[in-house]
């Protein structure tokens, strides 16, 4: 089962809706709570932080016989410091993420903490590429 989403760029009031959206899917396959939980926030931390840094991009999600695989793509700024990026209070937010209560520096290591597998693949100026692994079993 696959799911296509656009996220629209620095648009607040819709960050989160794609992942609302497939919490709601998983929950009406009957997937296991914690499943779902942990692809809720990958998927929902992992779209902000698109929204946020990457004046958005587009999300593919295919739920598998064996794990769902989250696939970000944007063509925002790019990330110079995947190391540093994961370091947790890290962030390099606007004043703007910010004041809407965004912007803590948790997003990427929340990521890494419920998923089973994360890879980044980002190229200063030309965008980033985030995978991400959730195992059914």
Do not use: W
Not at 81 to 105: N, P, Q, V, W
């Amino acid at each position: 089962m696959e799911f296509h989403f656009d996220v629209c760029g620095e648009d607040y009031s819709l960050a989160g809706s794609a992942s609302s959206m497939i919490k709601k899917k998983l929950n009406q396959l009957g997937l296991p709570p914690l499943i779902v939980r942990k692809t809720a926030i990958v998927m929902y931390e992992a779209e902000i932080n698109m929204v946020i840094h990457a004046g958005g991009g587009v999300v593919d999600v295919h739920i598998n016989p064996d794990d769902i695989r989250i696939i970000l793509k944007d063509e925002g700024p790019g990330i110079p410091d995947i190391d540093r990026a994961m370091e947790a209070g890290y962030s390099t937010a606007s004043d703007k993420a910010r004041e809407l209560g965004f912007g803590a520096g948790m997003g990427l290591p929340n990521i890494r903490k419920n998923s089973d597998d994360l890879r980044i693949e980002s190229k200063v100026g030309e965008g980033t590429t985030v995978t991400i692994m959730v195992k059914l079993k």
